[in-house]
């Protein structure tokens, strides 16, 4: 499986971005997909995610202001960002994990499970 993320760029606070990341190779429909973001200098932290049935969960960070979903025909995992924040600025990264690693509502927010990744694409909010 390949991973590519698109989308990022520069925006003002309180601004939208909209993260796209396409699978190619094989199909992602049952696999769990997940958004991870690493700032300079931190850890790479979960953002969120979704089953293959289409159960999401978020990180509290973000929570209210992003929403993650799935197009299992077009092999795509959108990230729609709303209200950015500074603190959101981060390199994004898409990423896949086997079903087995997800419950019926979440997948696993631990980075060492995911099995695929993207290339990351930077997110930049400015003042």
């Known amino acids: 499986v390949q991973l590519q993320a698109s989308g990022g760029g520069l925006v003002q606070a309180g601004g939208s971005l909209r993260l796209s990341c396409a699978a190619s190779g094989r199909t992602v429909s049952s696999y769990g997909l997940g958004w991870f973001r690493q700032a300079p200098g931190k850890e790479r932290e979960f953002v969120a995610s979704?089953?293959?049935?289409?159960?999401?969960a978020y990180s509290d960070s973000v929570k209210g202001r992003f929403t993650i979903s799935r197009d299992n025909a077009k092999n795509t995992v959108p990230l729609q960002m709303n209200s950015l924040k500074l603190e959101d600025t981060a390199v994004y990264y898409c990423?896949?994990?086997?079903?087995?690693?997800?419950?019926?509502?979440?997948?696993?927010?631990?980075?060492?499970?995911?099995?695929?990744w993207g290339q990351g694409t930077q997110v930049t909010v400015s003042s």
């Open positions: 979704v089953t293959y049935r289409g159960n999401t």
């Open positions: 990423a896949a994990i086997r079903g087995f690693y997800c419950s019926v509502y979440e997948c696993s927010r631990d980075p060492a499970l995911y099995e695929y």
